[in-house]
């Protein structure tokens, strides 16, 4: 097992990785930009070292900074979090070139699934179920010519895309050629490479994800399911595990499918392989995160695994201490996404001090933050604050446990999407868990109606 970790990353993934350390007795080093030399993975670390100004580029995106600071404190590993560098390759591939460990897949393994038109080509050959598209075109005439093959609706993809960049819906081929150009330069902004493919338009459908393990010696474990279908322009708000539309035999086959993606490229670490299902029981690939997902403690709560924890042990060579017939998920948790925005002003970012933060408690409940009474909320990074997570026997007792936490819940001084998430417990499309990827965009139709 290492001895020290760098962590890569700030907000509550840092501390939540810190806390993952010290509970193993690893030492950690955090870095951290000017805008964040009052936060709290700052003084939770047994080291801490400023890198950079408050823009991301110059601190949590300067890999020569971070390098040197790990190579100078002597850290053995550095895990990256989520978001930031923990899907970058060349980052990775520098991590292996100083003989530090990345705590995530190799580099090659990074690149290889984030091309997502060789993700697909590789689940294709593999027997995993992929949607319905055509391979990664750059030509505007010969991308419509495939459109008119695969029918309209249809997505426009980035092939080096995510968090929902690169995606553009195309109704009709009247729209296709604005759309393909705007996907097309959204993506060559955002990740340095225009190529886009596409993919029939699934609607309605349920995201479905699946959370796995893979240890240095080939053994992979699959460890249940998330529903993530409860989005704001393709962002994740709540997530859930188990599925309410996931049974038995779609879910032993969804297990399989994710356990012959991972083995097809002999991944490692923690990943998740993401599935769109349709009101028939038919589920497709979607993509792979070779990451931590935000949403992993809705896992940890049904399955009682340590993920970060897991990740640390597997990147130090120990294999996995138990195998798929272990797995159980008890009960039923929840997440809601705290984010500092509001919703009642088009989702408007929002920063400043917090003056009076109360954390609601009790048997179940957990919320994974690094906002403290007195913080100031920097302007500068993502608007989620905190994860507000809960686990009952049953998902109606972990409904209601949800709905008696964020009641519970004060953050004074910001605005924040708490009373959101309320209402939409609240929705009977979410109680009765038949909501699908459409559910938010159809609430705001209705809300918009209601105003005239």
Known sequence: MFSKVLIANRGEIAVRIIRACHEMGVSTVAVYSEADKDALHVSLADESYCIGGAQVADSYLNMAAILTIAVETGAQAIHPGYGLLSENAKFASLCEQCNIAFIGPSSEMISRMGDKDQARKTMRAAGVPVTPGC????????????????????????????????????NSR????????????EAQSAFGDGAVYMEKYLNPV??????????????????GERECSVQRKNQKLIEESPSPAINEETRARMMEAAAKAAKAVNYENAGTI????????????????????????VTEMVTGIDLVQWQLRIASGIPLSFN?????????????????????????????RINLLHIPGGPGVRFETAVYQDYFVPPFYDSMIGKLVVHGDTRDQAIRKM??????LVIDGIDHNAELQADILMDDRFTSGSYT?????????ERKDEVK
Not at 214 to 220: E, I, T, Y
Not at 274 to 286: H, I, P, Q, S, V
Not at 329 to 341: D, F, K, S, T, W
Not at 438 to 444: K, N, P, V
């Open 135 to 170: 391979d990664v075109i750059t030509n505007a005439d010969e991308a419509l010519a495939e459109a008119e093959k695969i029918g309209y609706p249809l997505l426009i993809k980035a092939k080096a895309g995510g968090g929902g960049r690169g995606i553009r819906l195309v």
């Open 324 to 352: 798929q017939s272990d797995i159980r998920l008890n009960g039923h948790a929840i997440e809601c996404r705290i984010n500092a925005e509001n919703p009642d002003f088009d989702f408007r970012p929002s920063c400043g």
């Open 403 to 408: 709905k008696t936490a964020l009641s519970e």
């Open 437 to 445: 990827t459409s559910f938010m965009a159809e609430r705001e139709a």
């Open 206 to 223: 349920k995201h479905i994800e699946v959370q796995i393990l893979c240890d240095k010696f080939g053994n992979v474990v699959c460890l």
């Open 274 to 297: 993401e599935f769109l299902l349709d009101g028939d029981g038919n589920f497709y690939f979607m993509e792979m995160n070779t990451r931590l997902q935000v949403e992993h403690p």
């Open 174 to 185: 009247d729209e296709f050629l604005n759309a393909f150009r705007s996907a097309s330069g």
